[in-house]
């Protein structure tokens, strides 16, 4: 019975629309998870395109009435804001609309400061003189 409400959730919450971007929050990625007990309760994760979106209040009121159509009890939903949302949490048709690669790359691996190279540089130098 869970798994159906889950389902039904899923559904009605492609009803509720991310103003900025005109896109339903499911597809955006915004929804993080949803949980739902026993009771028909649900609880439901959902984060913002960013930390400080003026909309967020709205479309948490969104997501609560959404819920109500899904036949739940109560719903209580969370913004969450780690980690924080990337286009890459888009659905594949998205991210292909917007030219974006089919996975998100893997970052950049950063070198060391130059003050910790310089430092290792100087370590290593003198333990392999000590060894000599």
Same mark, same amino acid.
């Given at each position: 019975?869970? $798994? ?15 103003? $900025? ?49 899904? $036949? ?5 939903? !969370? ?49 392999? !003189?000590?060894?000599?």
């Amino acid at each position: 019975m869970s $798994d159906q409400i889950e389902q039904r959730l899923w559904r009605v919450l492609r009803d509720v629309i991310e103003p $900025d971007l005109g896109e339903n929050i499911v597809d955006l990625g915004l929804v993080r998870s949803i949980r739902v007990g026993s009771g028909a309760d649900a609880k439901i994760d959902i984060t913002m395109t960013t930390r400080y979106s003026p909309h967020a209040d709205a479309i948490v009121t969104e997501v609560e009435r959404a819920a109500l159509h899904a $036949d739940v009890a109560g719903a209580v939903v !969370r913004v969450m804001a780690d980690p924080d949302w990337t286009p890459y949490r888009m659905a594949e048709p998205l991210r292909v609309l917007l030219g974006l690669p089919a996975s998100e790359p893997e970052p950049p691996v950063l070198p060391a400061p130059s003050s910790w190279r310089d430092r290792i540089r100087r370590r290593l130098s003198r333990a392999r !003189r000590s060894m000599a």
